[in-house]
């Protein structure tokens, strides 16, 4: 039987707790939800003790699955005050899954201000101190862990930017080949990771678990694989094995996701690919956000303080955060609070505090907002631009279940880039509950695996409502519902993105 581990920071203790029955069939972002739902204040202070940071994998984590290598960090978010569920690939998801942990819930806050590493061996955890790392950036403090804990260790950590405390602070993980290339970068969870002092989580005493051939298993891997290997998708299955963790390439260090390509020519008009990569992994260094990131640097050429594509100035400005200077430091507070402080009309950016399905059929196609400067981070995140070039059903047929299918994904650890052959094929639906009913021994139906997924919305809008998010209670509701966005043409589009609740 799965387990949870629960840390409590204020009085340094561990328990291993069988996971509670209700929780059995969900993982990823729906415990995420349902937790938080039960278990956190909705108007606590996001880097106070009484949030709680959880790290769980999906439930097809445990196994070798070359599409089911992704892990889900939330909490409440700093940035948006509301529920955050980032996701994100690499070794950590596997490792706790072998182990039979369900969940890593970390809460409290310590009395001193001293580093931790939370140590994992098999069911076994501990704290402990880790001084030597404060201040290091997330590729040294990645070296160092290796040399103390091995090369095969999963790690999960923060940089710099996560022990300041700034809304923007991303979390780190290690992909298959040691590179820390996968970042859970939604919402502001490495300032609460930074808040409880948990320098980074290391995984290790996995053993591979004795079982019988999952040939269901291997016959969705062929399916998904023969979908998403046709001529067209090369390039996207490319992608896919990056953004996954489980097949990047030795020179990972040098590659950027697409989402991130698109935010700094989207946000920051920079043109120059040698500067995407400079910037990216100067932000990954430091352990921020990148499209985050990029978006308040938009707002800093906005405000004419650097100027528009350059991205030598743009580099400049992030490396202040680390020095700590007042633009350093506004800039990592992110982009709602950049534009505020310098008077400026908030760069929109669809954050996670109301559902995608909330839009339903009111959403706007991806072709309408490549050029616009105001609205394009729902499809430059890689929360929904994953399926950007590759869906072609019409646009009243995405709506809610569109959403649902999203979160089911990151609920089973799968990558988002093998939506569309869910969208478009009935037989991978076949295969997945086959694959998933083999694996638990569960009766699974697609009707109840699709209503898990919708709970576990429903759950992330009873979250946000209670932490205030309703009506003209919700200060993004004006916002977005009168706001006209442009395209560069001067054309107005979509008047009323969001419905008011």
């Given at each position: 039987?799965?387990?949870?581990?629960?840390?409590?920071?204020?009085?340094?203790?561990?328990?291993?707790?069988?996971?509670?029955?209700?929780?059995?069939?969900t993982?990823?972002?729906?415990?995420?939800?349902?937790?938080?739902?039960?278990k956190?204040?909705?108007?606590?202070y996001?880097?106070?003790?009484?949030?709680?940071?959880?790290?769980?994998?999906?439930?097809?984590?445990?196994?070798?699955?070359?599409?089911?290598?992704?892990?889900?960090?939330?909490?409440?978010?700093?940035?948006?005050?509301?529920?955050?569920?980032?996701?994100?690939?690499?070794?950590?998801?596997?490792?706790l899954?072998?182990?039979?942990?369900?969940?890593?819930?970390?809460?409290?806050?310590?009395?001193?201000?001293?580093?931790?590493?939370?140590?994992?061996?098999?069911?076994?955890?501990?704290?402990?101190?880790a001084?030597?790392?404060?201040?290091?950036?997330?590729?040294?403090?990645?070296?160092?862990?290796?040399?103390?804990?091995?090369?095969?260790?999963?790690?999960?950590?923060?940089?710099?930017?996560?022990?300041?405390?700034?809304?923007?602070?991303?979390?780190a993980?290690?992909?298959?080949?040691?590179?820390?290339?996968?970042?859970?970068?939604?919402?502001?969870?490495?300032?609460?990771?930074?808040?409880?002092?948990?320098?980074?989580?290391?995984?290790?005493?996995?053993?591979?678990r004795?079982?019988?051939?999952?040939?269901?298993?291997?016959?969705?891997?062929?399916?998904?694989?023969?979908?998403?290997?046709?001529?067209?998708?090369?390039?996207?299955?490319?992608?896919?094995s990056?953004?996954?963790?489980?097949?990047t390439?030795?020179?990972?260090?040098?590659l950027?996701?697409?989402?991130?390509?698109?935010?700094?020519?989207t946000?920051?008009?920079?043109?120059?690919?040698?500067?995407?990569?400079?910037?990216?992994?100067?932000?990954?260094?430091?352990?921020?956000?990148?499209?985050?990131?990029?978006?308040?640097?938009?707002?800093?050429?906005?405000?004419?303080?650097?100027?528009?594509?350059?991205?030598?100035?743009?580099?400049?400005?992030?490396k202040?955060?680390?020095?700590?200077?007042?633009?350093?430091?506004?800039?990592?507070?992110?982009?709602?609070?950049?534009?505020?402080?310098?008077?400026?009309?908030?760069?929109?950016?669809?954050?996670?505090?109301?559902?995608?399905?909330?839009?339903?059929?009111?959403?706007?196609?991806?072709?309408?907002?490549?050029?616009?400067?105001?609205?394009?981070?729902?499809?430059?995140?890689?929360?929904?631009?994953?399926?950007?070039q590759?869906?072609?059903?019409?646009?009243?047929?995405?709506?809610?279940?569109?959403?649902?299918?999203?979160?089911?994904?990151?609920?089973?650890?799968?990558?988002?880039?093998?939506?569309?052959?869910?969208?478009?094929?009935?037989?991978?639906?076949?295969?997945?509950?086959?694959?998933?009913?083999?694996?638990?021994?569960?009766?699974?139906?697609?009707?109840?695996?699709?209503?898990?997924?919708?709970?576990?919305?429903?759950?992330?809008?009873?979250?946000?409502?209670?932490?205030?998010?309703?009506?003209?209670?919700?200060?993004?509701?004006?916002?977005?519902?009168?706001?006209?966005?442009?395209?560069?043409?001067g054309?107005?589009?979509?008047?009323?993105?969001?419905?008011?609740?």
């Open positions: 039987m799965a387990v949870c581990l629960h840390v409590d920071m204020t009085q340094k203790k561990i328990q291993t707790v069988d996971v509670p029955r209700r929780y059995e069939k993982a990823g972002r729906a415990f995420v939800a349902n937790f938080c739902v039960e956190i204040d909705p108007f606590c996001p880097l106070g003790e009484k949030n709680k940071l959880i790290i769980t994998p999906g439930l097809l984590s445990q196994t070798d699955f070359p599409f089911a290598g992704r892990i889900t960090i939330g909490a409440k978010s700093p940035l948006t005050q509301g529920v955050a569920a980032a996701n994100g690939g690499g070794r950590t998801a596997g490792e899954a072998k182990n039979g942990i369900k969940a890593v819930i970390i809460e409290g806050l310590p009395a001193q201000d001293k580093l931790y590493i939370l140590e994992i061996n098999g069911l076994a955890a501990r704290l402990v101190e001084e030597n790392l404060r201040g290091k950036g997330v590729g040294e403090t990645v070296t160092l862990l290796k040399q103390k804990y091995g090369k095969e260790a999963a790690i999960t950590c923060i940089g710099p930017a996560g022990e300041m405390l700034p809304p923007t602070a991303a979390i993980n290690l992909d298959e080949n040691g590179h820390a290339s996968c970042f859970c970068g939604r919402g502001g969870l490495g300032a609460v990771m930074g808040a409880k002092r948990i320098k980074a989580v290391v995984v290790t005493g996995s053993q591979p004795p079982e019988r051939p999952n040939k269901p298993m291997e016959k969705l891997e062929r399916f998904l694989c023969a979908k998403l290997n046709a001529p067209s998708e090369t390039s996207l299955l490319t992608r896919m990056y953004s996954l963790g489980k097949t390439p030795h020179n990972a260090s040098i950027i996701k697409p989402g991130t390509v698109q935010a700094f020519k946000y920051c008009q920079i043109a120059d690919s040698r500067q995407h990569m400079l910037l990216n992994s100067l932000i990954n260094e430091l352990g921020l956000d990148t499209l985050e990131t990029a978006a308040a640097i938009g707002i800093f050429m906005e405000a004419e303080i650097i100027p528009w594509g350059d991205g030598e100035a743009a580099y400049a400005l992030v202040e955060v680390k020095e700590g200077s007042s633009l350093g430091l506004l800039l990592a507070q992110g982009s709602r609070a950049a534009a505020e402080a310098l008077g400026l009309e908030q760069n929109p950016h669809f954050k996670q505090i109301y559902p995608d399905y909330i839009l339903k059929n009111k959403r706007p196609t991806p072709e309408s907002l490549n050029d616009n400067f105001c609205a394009a981070q729902v499809f430059a995140s890689e929360h929904i631009g994953a399926l950007k590759h869906l072609r059903p019409p646009l009243e047929a995405e709506g809610e279940f569109y959403a649902v299918l999203n979160c089911l994904l990151d609920s089973l650890g799968l990558s988002l880039y093998t939506g569309p052959v869910f969208l478009q094929e009935n037989a991978a639906w076949d295969n997945l509950l086959e694959a998933i009913n083999y694996l638990y021994g569960w009766n699974l139906q697609k009707e109840e695996l699709i209503n898990l997924s919708s709970q576990a919305l429903r759950a992330e809008l009873k979250f946000n409502t209670l932490a205030g998010y309703t009506g003209r209670q919700n200060y993004l509701g004006g916002q977005y519902t009168e706001q006209r966005f442009y395209r560069q043409n054309e107005a589009i979509h008047n009323n993105l969001f419905p008011q609740i």
